[in-house]
């Protein structure tokens, strides 16, 4: 014998099923559409973060160029200091044969101007670790 009750519950069953299934149709709807505000409005906070740490990676990169840069200028400062060494001690050899002829022939020897003091080498900052 079947039962009276669920025979009676059955067609009301139906459509509250149905609308549960709605319900929940809906509420994925609106996590759905929630999920893509958020992304939108979210989106161009992304995209400037992304343009900054770019250009952190520039700045990174142009100090490190800029580092080496000093080093070679560095290395080339010594390079001419010890070009300009080499022609001061070729000019001081070059000349002690006419002084030494003048000094023998009695010639009085003329008044030169003193070479260029040199400058002491500046003071170096210590290089930061990075």
Wanted: hydrophobic share 40%; net charge positive.
């Amino acid at each position: 014998m079947p039962d009276l009750g669920q025979d009676l519950l059955r067609p009301l069953l139906a459509p509250m099923q149905r609308q549960l299934d709605l319900v929940q149709e809906l509420l994925e709807r609106e996590r759905r559409l929630q999920r893509e505000v958020v992304a939108r409005l979210l989106g161009p906070a992304d995209a400037i973060f992304d343009l900054l740490e770019q250009s952190g990676a520039a700045m990174r990169q142009q100090a490190e160029a800029l580092e080496e840069a000093g080093r070679a200028l560095e290395q080339t400062a010594a390079l001419v200091k010890a070009q300009a060494e080499l022609f001061e001690r070729t000019v001081r050899m070059a000349r002690e044969p006419t002084e030494l002829a003048k000094s023998v022939a009695g010639v009085e020897r003329r008044g030169r101007k003193p070479a260029a003091k040199r400058k002491p080498p500046p003071k170096r900052r210590p290089r930061r670790s990075t």
